[in-house]
């Protein structure tokens, strides 16, 4: 029995303290064998990259001539204006659409599928369309005001304010779907005889939205609006292919700043700009996760 022993002992691998070694066995091997391109892919194209840009980013200097830099102020006031008013109005309407599309008709359920299309059509294509369409010489709404009311129209593009405001609209058109099926998904959730009892007490469309609906969905609704806001801080397509960040830098945010810094050959100042936007950024993920957690 003790020769047994000591030979099966002596067969056992040993590191140098003379512990038996860590062996994986068949299944863990073919789990890091399949997780290791997806480690790898996250590391390269994740990792890296946002490491490297808190390196280009790590000097104070960078710091102080963003400050000095009025268009820098002028975009953070233009993010937060766009935080504030753009995704306020954006799940308002949703809120509302997602009652309207919550009805069983047919022709509500055409209405539905034209609706999402602004959403599943690529940016690029759908944005530009709208650029050429508001295009002040040849465009098709002012080449419309011409020829009915004989004047020009505006320059829709070369008056910041108004730029940004289109940008906004462009904004919510583009993302408003997606989070109108999110709510409408809740809505749907509710249980039906809820409604039905409120009914037969008496209660109106209004009191049947403030005492069911919105208990219902008021978590879903904040927290579709916190993301909101975390997409919308990232939101590039909207401004940049619009208005290019123009008239004169005057509509830029601060997720197309970084563009206009690498066009002047300034990549730390770029790199420096976007992690500005952090600030605005971990607090609203904070606040997701907390409500998530509960």
């Known amino acids: ?3 047994t022993t000591t030979i099966d002992e002596a067969a056992r691998p040993k590191t140098r303290s003379g512990r038996a070694g860590f062996a994986l066995s068949q299944k863990q091997a073919w789990a890091l064998l399949f997780t290791a391109p997806y480690v790898a892919i996250f590391l390269g194209f994740v990792v890296f990259p946002v490491g490297y840009a ?9 710091y102080v001539e ?54 599943a059509v690529p940016s690029i294509p759908t944005i530009l369309s709208v650029r050429f369409l ?49 709510l409408l998904a809740g809505r749907l959730a509710i249980p039906h005889e809820l409604y ?3 009914s037969v007490d008496g209660a109106g469309a209004w009191h049947r939205f403030r005492f069911i609906t919105w208990p219902s969905i008021s978590t879903l609704y904040v927290t579709c ?20 960040g123009g008239p004169a830098d005057l509509t ?35 606040f997701m996760m907390r409500r998530l957690s509960r």
């Open 1 to 3: 029995m003790t020769a």
């Open 66 to 119: 963003l400050w000095h830099d009025p268009i820098f102020l002028r975009t953070v006031v233009n993010t937060l204006v766009f935080l504030i008013v753009a995704i306020n109005i954006k799940m308002a309407i949703a809120l509302f659409l997602s009652g309207f599309f919550a009805q069983k008709r047919w022709w509500v359920k055409i209405l539905a599928v034209l609706f999402v299309l602004p959403w």
């Open 252 to 286: 830029h945010v601060l997720a197309t700043l970084g563009i206009r810094y690498l066009r002047l050959d300034q990549v730390g100042l770029a790199m420096a700009s976007i992690v500005c936007a952090l600030p605005l950024i971990l607090p609203l993920v904070y």
């Open 54 to 62: 808190f390196w280009l980013a790590r000097s104070p200097q960078l």
């Open 134 to 182: 508001l295009n002040p010489e040849w465009g098709v709404i002012n080449t419309l005001i011409f020829k009915l009311t004989g004047d020009d129209g505006p320059n829709w593009l070369n008056d910041p304010t108004l730029a940004l405001s289109l940008s906004m609209v462009v904004h919510i058109w583009k993302s408003l779907p997606f989070w109108t099926l999110i």
């Open 196 to 198: 039905e009892a409120a």
């Open 225 to 244: 609006t916190l993301l909101s806001m975390i997409f919308t801080v990232g939101d590039f397509n909207s401004v940049y292919l619009l208005t290019g």
